[in-house]
């Protein structure tokens, strides 16, 4: 599919963040905590997910530089690339896919454990404020990307109660991600990136 045949965008999951302030200012004090139950849907769904590991995130990644080509300008390996094929073929964007795909897996391990989700979140942030530079919008659009690539691909799991499960896991993965970004003296959590 070429970028002018390409789907709208799609739109971020509604609210993740929960306000109705502005974005700049739209960071709750905390994020919900995951009950026993939630927490055992996550796990056995993502156990069906992470099966694919590899292709799933494939998946994500094109759909987000195809949709938010902006992104794109974070990663001198894919700003050349537009057609999903050559995407899908880059040996650079499957690494890259497997290391979102496993940070993933390693929250979703650990939920039992928030202070390990929190340090695993924190290493995240930090690095792609310090070191990447990158815009913090950009992880509530690739939520949102996630959100829609595991529904599409995987119905028979997430029906919409379980998408809702997941989005509450989303919100605090951004939270945690965001937090980290406070912590370094990032000035502000713009919606510029869409």
């Known amino acids: 599919m070429s970028r002018r045949e390409s789907p709208p965008p799609p739109s971020p999951p509604p609210q993740l963040l929960g306000g109705q302030k502005e974005e700049s200012e739209d960071r709750p004090e905390r994020a919900e905590p995951l009950t026993d139950t939630e927490r055992e849907i996550i796990q056995d769904t993502w156990g069906h997910v992470y099966k694919n590991c590899e292709d799933v995130g494939v998946s994500v990644l094109i759909r987000f530089f195809v949709n938010f080509p902006s992104a794109k300008q974070y990663f001198s390996q894919f700003q050349h690339m537009d057609d999903p094929e050559e995407m899908e073929r880059s ?104």
């Open 91 to 194: 040996s650079q964007l499957r690494q890259h896919a497997c290391r979102v795909m496993n940070a993933i897996n390693t929250v979703v391990e650990n939920l039992h454990d928030p202070e390990k989700v929190s340090s695993v979140l924190a290493v995240v942030g930090k690095a792609h404020a310090i070191k990447h530079k990158v815009e913090p919008m950009y992880f509530k659009i690739l939520s949102g990307v996630i959100l829609e690539v595991l529904s599409e691909e995987f119905p028979e799991f997430f029906p919409a109660e379980v998408q809702m499960v997941w989005t509450k896991l989303m919100v605090a993965l951004y939270w945690h991600v965001t937090g980290a970004y406070t912590d370094v003296g990032w000035l502000k959590v713009s919606s510029s990136a869409v």
